[in-house]
T-cell receptor, first 112, second 113 residues
């Protein structure tokens, strides 16, 4: 059974600081996704990582994938309050139209 | 911008009743999914659907659940004989191609009383 572990599950940080969220998974997959969820809202796709060494950046967020270590990171640079949300990583284990296995999510609060 | 739409946004039903959750995926997408999220917990995969049949289903998706694409545009999740523990947010998602991200609808909050 595929396990996806996120760390930390809860993070409170100040604006302007940098931090990294970690996502470990237990299978040999090279397809990993990051989603953002605001309270009571749907899941917004942030990044799609489809190969070892993939790195993608959007604004203050940067995601990377190391398939050998079975690890993805989501790095936040100079955090701003608008980035407060819950961030999920999700792994696609299979090769077909399979569902994603999500981590428990990282609840991020950025304080002014 | 195309989006996945779900109706209703909130459904309250009595235990033992049947509910149908409806979704209109993005029009040119081929892969359709249902997920659920119990309040405060992670998102769990229920079922995927491709080429008019179930592609994969999780352990959660037992005989109580069924999916259908009745008319080429709607994608429905039927839950028979609802239980209290079926209370959750149910998300529909669709994807255009393999190995691309799935786009999620706004969800239907199901409350079983």
């Amino acid at each position: 059974e595929l396990k996806v572990e996120q760390n930390p599950l809860f993070l409170s940080m100040q604006e302007g600081k940098n931090y990294t969220i970690y996502c470990n998974y237990s299978t040999t997959s090279d397809r990993l996704y990051w989603y953002r969820q605001d309270p009571g809202k749907s899941l917004e796709s942030l990044f799609v990582l489809l190969s070892n060494g993939a790195v993608k950046q959007e604004g203050r967020l940067m995601a990377s994938l190391d398939t050998k270590a079975r690890l993805s990171t989501l790095h936040i640079t100079a955090a701003v309050h608008d980035l407060s949300a819950t961030y999920f990583c999700a792994v696609d284990e299979g090769g077909g139209a399979d569902g994603l296995t999500f981590g428990k999510g990282t609840h991020l609060i950025i304080q002014p | 911008e195309p989006e996945v739409t779900q109706t209703p946004s909130h459904q309250v039903t009595q235990m033992g009743q049947e509910v149908i959750l409806r979704c209109v995926p993005i029009s040119n997408h081929l892969y359709f999914y249902w997920y659920r999220q119990i309040l405060g917990q992670k998102v769990e995969f229920l079922v995927s659907f491709y080429n008019n049949e179930i592609s994969e289903k999780s352990e959660i998706f037992d005989d109580q659940f069924s999916v259908e694409r009745p008319d080429g545009s709607n994608f429905t999740l039927k839950i028979r004989s609802t239980k209290l523990e079926d209370s959750a947010m149910y998300f529909c998602a669709s994807g255009g191609q393999l190995n691309t991200e799935a786009f999620f609808g706004q969800g239907t909050r199901l409350t079983v009383v």
